[in-house]
């Protein structure tokens, strides 16, 4: 291939294929430059930013058009890689960027009746929040490690001045400033971690390091196992510094209680939601290769499917080479052994943790920052599920990462609609102390009791939303027991699931006796938050969709489950 096809092949893919398909992206990219534009003329400061800001997201929502693939199912969109196989556009894509920009909108509502930002600040703000949603957007269409680094700074950066958005506060500077500090180390970490891998695979690109270490001897396997291990350990301390999970959530709670409220909104949807996208991409990606994307795919730099086929031949015979060889290679086998241990080991230490340090908390911000914790733990149990099951059923691959899914959009309305109370009490009387919301039943009942359903949802407890995400993550970790087959990797993750569920019975539930039971504090301000209002309003519909989807999970399930048909596709 000569230069000009070279470039005239690269154009037509750019212009045909990658830009169509990238349009959401582009439509955010389009929406900071008009909000920071509009500064620019003297009348220019009368407008608000979140005017722009809206109708950009809500632009971007209509052409990300989620109605149009999840709810016909897979057969509606086949993966196409963009940019070169840089990223990947599927169900799964389509799903969290869905779920990232509908966040968006519902926070850009949510922060406009908080009053945080003031209009002063709020071009620079809607830019950092815009700017995040960007780069959260590119972690879940991930197709290269590279890629995956820089969404991942493209989300942290702008994160890391949120925190710090209360200026003269010593509290919110300093949680800038620690959020920061980690996030740099994490990063360092994970572009170490990389470097590793490449080096060890001669790839970055997802489905082509896959296949290299499919193709790997042996011999040569042990040679370098040691050195992918390390990459491995090293990749996965930038993904759990994103989940918040355990031994990296250090940030996290300092962060949480320095930070307005609208900011850890923010933090513990939109992050957790990227990260997990991400986290299925890599955990999947690097485990398995699709035969299609391996026959289908120009970025597989030299690896040969005939250098595939001789490894698969060790290992597999010729009528089950082409649907599951590749997963069958020693070298497979080992990287799904080391990743789900890995992801389980994670998932468990972070639920247990987050459940036990949430106990002694008298701050409720820092109360919800270990539940986050704890909700990272349960939401990456289903993925160590994914990861054990792809040596042997596709299906129940499918249905894990259907869990993930659903948790993921469930958790969006009940994290949303706590902090969301949380802000608009805080406006009133002053004050995040949970001792302060004693006697709240007596003037605010309407607001109480959404926060106590939504605190209920969070526990798990049916009839509302929070079960069906629970039971739908605890379900592929009993999928085994169908089949009367036993996997104790599984049964002890179901087992600590079910009872830190059990644990974080007692601090969700104290909350809600502080304000149903306990007295009023005789030095509170008045409180008067009727439902009736605005920003009422906006807390009934956070938790109307916890109520409905605790019921009524039908739609939410089929959209989940039309996402989860793209990982082995």
């Not at 109605?67 to 799903?95: C, H, K, R």
């Not at 925190?163 to 300093?174: D, F, Q």
């Not at 031994?247 to 609208?262: I, K, Q, R, S």
């Not at 990462?401 to 959009?409: I, L, P, Q």
Request: proline fraction near 5%; include cysteine; aromatic fraction near 10%.
């Amino acid at each position: 291939m000569n230069f000009y096809t070279f470039v005239n092949n690269l154009l037509r893919d750019t212009l045909d294929n990658s830009l169509p398909n990238f349009r959401p992206e582009l439509v955010l990219c389009a929406t900071i430059v008009a909000m920071l534009l509009v500064r620019m003329p003297r009348w220019g400061h009368k407008i608000n930013s979140v005017c722009i800001a809206l109708p950009g997201v809500a632009i971007a929502l209509y052409y990300a058009a989620p109605w149009n693939f999840l709810a016909q199912g897979s057969s509606a969109l086949e993966p196409v890689e963009l940019f070169q196989g840089m990223l990947i556009y599927d169900t799964l894509t389509v799903y969290f960027r869905s779920v990232l920009l509908v966040f968006a909108l519902l926070f850009l509502v949510f922060t406009w009746l908080s009053g945080i930002p003031d209009r002063e600040d709020s071009p620079d703000f809607y830019t950092l929040v815009l700017g995040a949603t960007i780069g959260m957007c590119l972690m879940a269409s991930s197709n290269h490690l590279f890629v995956a680094l820089l969404g991942i700074e493209m989300a942290s950066v702008p994160s890391y001045a949120l925190a710090g958005i209360l200026k003269g506060r010593r509290r919110s500077s300093e949680a800038a400033l620690k959020y920061s500090v980690y996030g740099a180390g994490a990063a360092g970490v994970m572009l170490y971690g990389i470097s590793l891998l490449g080096g060890a695979l001669g790839s970055l690109h997802l489905p082509t390091m896959a296949a290299q270490l499919a193709a790997l001897s042996p011999e040569t396997l042990a040679e370098r196992q040691t050195v992918l291990m390390l990459g491995g350990l090293m990749v996965s301390v930038g993904l759990a510094f994103k989940l918040s999970a355990v031994p990296f959530h250090f940030w996290c709670p300092d962060v949480f209680e320095g930070a307005a409220a609208e900011v850890n909104a923010f933090l513990s949807v939109a992050s957790k939601a990227a990260a997990l996208a991400l986290l299925v991409r890599i955990a999947i990606g690097f485990s398995v290769v699709p035969p299609s994307l391996v026959a289908e795919s120009p970025q597989q730099e030299q690896v040969t499917l005939e250098a595939n086929a001789n490894a698969v031949g060790k290992v597999a015979t010729a009528e089950t080479s082409e649907a599951m060889g590749i997963q069958s290679a020693p070298g497979q086998k080992a990287a799904r052994h080391f990743i789900a241990g890995l992801i389980a080991l994670l998932a468990a230490v972070s639920c247990t943790f987050g459940n036990l340090a949430a106990y002694g908390q008298t701050n409720l911000k820092r109360l919800l920052a270990y539940s986050t914790i704890a909700h990272a733990g349960y939401m990456m149990m289903p993925v160590a599920a994914a990861v054990v099951f792809l040596g042997d059923n596709p299906d129940h691959v499918r249905q894990a990462v259907t869990a993930v899914c659903m948790y993921v959009g469930i958790y969006m309305f009940m994290n949303l609609g706590a902090f969301a109370v949380v802000a608009f009490l805080r406006n009133t009387m002053r004050s995040e102390e949970i001792a302060d919301y004693g006697g709240l039943i007596k003037s605010s009942p309407g607001v109480v009791l959404c926060l106590a359903t939504l605190l209920v949802s969070l526990i798990g407890l049916p009839p509302l939303a929070g079960f069906t995400a629970k039971f739908a993550a605890f379900a592929p970790l009993a999928a085994k027991m169908q089949t009367n087959a036993y996997d104790p990797l599984l049964m002890t993750l179901l087992v600590i699931g079910g009872l830190n569920t059990v644990i974080s019975l007692f601090y969700y539930l104290r909350v809600v006796k502080i304000m149903t039971i306990d007295p009023a504090p005789e030095d509170r301000l008045p409180v008067s938050f009727s439902l009736i209002s605005a920003e009422g309003v906006f807390v009934v519909a956070m938790t109307a969709p916890v109520v409905a989807l605790g019921v009524g999970w039908d739609g939410l399930h089929r959209w989940a489950q039309a996402a989860a048909q793209a990982v082995l596709s």
